[in-house]
């Protein structure tokens, strides 16, 4: 049964005043108001670590409480930096089956509780344990990947500088981003380094915020029309290449062989872009160019917003902020308002029918990649 | 589409010392075995809090990574203290939806790491955060409610005594189960008070443990006829009537409507008895008896292994242990083993081809229902 996003709500990103529940049903309510509020049968809840950053626990039946939804099934979903994108397939997977006829997604993370080493320490919990142990963290490993894949293609940091310039332009357009100020390439060279090759600018923020959709049955202005998951080893080490990311790929041909589409017919994509080389690996990854050519893609422009293929046009997670849990999800609200027309001041010009998101959970052991299209209501 | 539990296992139950991973493990790989290890598409994973408990996050990409599940989509699932149901639900609604052929569901909880008193504060995350700050924990809501059934009813603590000599008693039988040696009325009577009229020997204990089903389509020995949840206020003050859990009876009632099926169907149920006294609420909440009758149905033997309507022949949460995020699946996994006569020592005698397994989350916030009968395999 097709499946469509009927409805969608954002809670602005950055350090928010708010609580974790306050900010899901800043997003629900939106979405809900998007429908006239009418009944949901099912609620799903993507979030990664409530508990470990807040101390929250049984946050479905919380915000089930908080917006009223006393009839509503459901429960909390969590694949790690995937999890919005997770409670998105968890969602479609209900209305799809029949189980429920009218359901809300939301997902969302409160991060800036915690001091900033703190907030890094749960987030490494991600990783394999046995790499985690020895002292990895998450911008330690990206930065492993980004040297290889930069001396794999024989490239410089600047391919990653033009990443963060491109996420930051497009932020400045996003009235929820946390960076309305765009930077100039010479400002992320000159960024504090985290882990080099990564500097400050190369890698997202921690931030508060929250993302909701409504999914209805049958076709629409948002329609489903491939889901795809993918594993790849948790133990960097194991893998037998790190400057392509397995889970990817596999997410994303399954998803192509689900909407019986090939790599040419989607559009425009938002990418998890945590650290800017992960951008460069996504683009090669869901196959718009070959091994080594996406550096080329993001400094010719060819991924800006009048590009042949728009990346991240409302920011990606370094220019809109990387709320965990939230991502995944946020990625599928800026899809669905570009096809339903709804995406404001980020709206693309022409014809860009169908949009892909790409979501990464953990350092890539677990993805997610979506596709929606147009298709006329019935 | 119908789907049936193929295959079922178990970690054993109390304190270990392996971790949570390790137990996961441990109960995938008996239900692995059980269908000679074919090929598994989707994986879900229930468990209410090991971020909080142990320091764990992206559990599902840890276990399918243990298990070399590199080609299972799926997520983590969590529902406090009925996350293993609300795994079990996500898993059906998978297979039946038809997104995936084969499902592993494993749900566990590690709690035994931590001292006692820092996992109860876990567990309080639980409630209403306005009752958590008064200082409400588990078993002190859960004796408000004891305290008020008890009054409503002309009922004395011993009601709530036989409840915890049945499953003791039925435990003794469990090789996997944390209490084998039966207790009397009398030490029932004389343990320890946690809350009044709530003693320890009412409460079920913080237990290690895991379990695990895979789920096929098709019909077959434990075929799922029936699926609901429901909800009720988070806040206990909210609620009109502390004597019977409204979210208990939203969830059967749509279970008993998916299954077609009326309460004098069911031959046998898996309750969740957290607490003594919860027993008692739930056997009423489930229709196979009247408000304030159940009491007389524990103490007469009518919820025996040998009676006219078994309840926790595996012990229950007091006697088999609850491991909070398992215990869901645990019931799951014991009323499929009855209906596929695999429960060993604790077989019951003569036809009982349809059970009920019902599981609470938090204080009763977010109940799950699930029906299971034997039905023809094609």
Request: hydrophobic share 50%; with cysteine.
């Amino acid at each position: 049964m097709k499946v469509h996003v009927a409805s969608t709500g954002l809670a602005r990103f950055g350090k928010r005043s708010e609580g974790l529940v306050e900010l899901l049903a800043e997003a629900g309510a939106e979405a809900l108001e998007g429908i006239g509020r009418k009944p949901i049968d099912c609620l799903i809840v993507g979030n990664m670590a409530a508990g470990s950053l807040g101390g929250e626990e049984n946050l479905t039946a919380r915000i089930a409480d908080r917006l009223g939804l006393d009839a509503a099934s459901g429960f909390r979903v969590e694949a790690a930096s995937a999890s919005g994108a997770a409670s998105f397939h968890a969602g479609v997977a209900a209305v799809a089956g029949g189980s429920s006829e009218r359901a809300l997604v939301l997902a969302g993370e409160k991060m800036t509780s915690l001091p900033t080493d703190q907030v890094a320490a749960v987030l490494a919990r991600s990783l394999a344990p046995s790499e985690m142990q020895i002292g990895a963290t998450m911008p330690a490993l990206a930065a492993v990947v980004a040297q290889v894949y930069l001396h794999r293609y024989g490239l410089e940091a600047e391919a990653m500088d033009a990443v963060t310039v491109a996420a930051r332009t497009a932020a400045a357009q996003n009235p929820n981003a946390q960076f309305r100020v765009p930077v100039t390439a010479a400002e992320v060279a000159a960024s504090r380094p985290i882990a080099l090759p990564l500097r400050l600018l190369h890698c997202s923020a921690i931030s508060d915020g929250a993302a909701a959709v409504v999914l209805e049955r049958g076709p629409g202005a948002a329609t489903v029309l491939g889901l795809g998951q993918g594993r790849d080893a948790l133990q960097v080490v194991d893998r037998s290449d790190i400057t392509t990311f397995r889970a990817t790929r596999i997410a994303a041909q399954r998803a192509y062989e689900m909407a019986h589409l090939n790599r040419k017919q989607i559009a425009f994509a938002e990418l998890h872009d945590a650290f800017a080389p992960f951008a460069l690996i996504d683009l090669e990854d869901i196959g718009v160019c070959g091994p080594g050519e996406a550096a080329q893609w993001f400094s010719s422009g060819a991924t800006a917003p009048n590009g042949r293929f728009p990346v991240n046009v409302s920011g990606g997670l370094l220019g809109r902020g990387h709320p965990v849990g939230a991502s995944g999800l946020v990625q599928i609200v800026e899809v669905a308002r570009q096809l339903r027309s709804e995406a404001g001041p980020m709206q693309l010009g022409g014809a860009h029918g169908i949009g892909l998101a790409q979501s990464i959970g953990g350092l890539a052991a677990h993805n997610f990649v979506s596709i929606l299209g147009q298709e006329a209501a019935e």
